[in-house]
């Protein structure tokens, strides 16, 4: 079980569960709960995804994305902070994302929103944008940001609602995933 948003307070509720033969992992930074049976293992798939944040303040809503995408079986490449204010951040990551041969890319950006249109501007691979919250002023509470990325002029760009790291990362998956199996002559395979 994955719960998201959670604290604290609800990790020590369900850890007085004593659930038997379960492992529960909170991951603090996202506000993530993975619950599972002690003896299962992830299936890595060879899905790639990569992450990118423009800003720090973005960072736990890409921890969902690649918390849901690492369980789901892709291994992940995050680059935190290379938003547009600083575009000379970008260009190394992307690169590296690129030699990587990453199947998606993620973008979380907040305030105006402008770095997952500069991104998918940049690079052939499908790329889901997330909006986030985390703004101030005339931004609105993330309203802004998924304007702008609706409306860009930008091909191969989706964009999931304000926060939504979790329908970031399982869309993500699902195409990393597809990816790995026609990569390795399995598509359709089940």
């Known amino acids: 079980a994955i719960v998201s948003r959670a604290n604290k307070k609800f990790l020590k509720r369900i850890r007085a569960e004593r659930i038997p033969n379960t492992k529960i992992t909170f991951f603090e930074r996202s506000g993530m709960i993975v619950a599972k049976r002690a003896s299962y293992k992830v299936r890595h798939t060879g899905g790639r995804i990569g992450l990118l944040t423009a800003g720090t303040s973005d960072i736990p809503v890409a921890e969902e994305a690649r918390i849901i995408a690492r369980e789901m079986g892709c291994e992940t490449k995050e680059f935190y902070d290379v938003g547009v204010a600083g575009l000379h ?42 909006p986030t919250s985390r703004s101030y002023g005339f931004g609105d509470r993330g309203i802004a940001a998924l304007a702008a990325m609706l409306q860009s002029c930008s091909l191969g760009l989706a964009v999931v609602n304000i926060d939504s790291g979790v329908g970031a990362g399982s869309i993500g998956a699902l195409i990393a995933n597809r990816a790995a199996k026609g990569r390795a002559g399995r598509v359709g395979a089940r």
């Open 89 to 130: 951040r970008l260009f190394s990551p992307l690169s590296e994302l690129l030699r990587w041969d990453a199947d998606v890319v993620v973008v979380v950006a907040g305030r105006e929103g402008a770095l997952p249109t500069v991104v998918a501007g940049l690079v052939d691979i499908p790329l889901i944008a997330v």
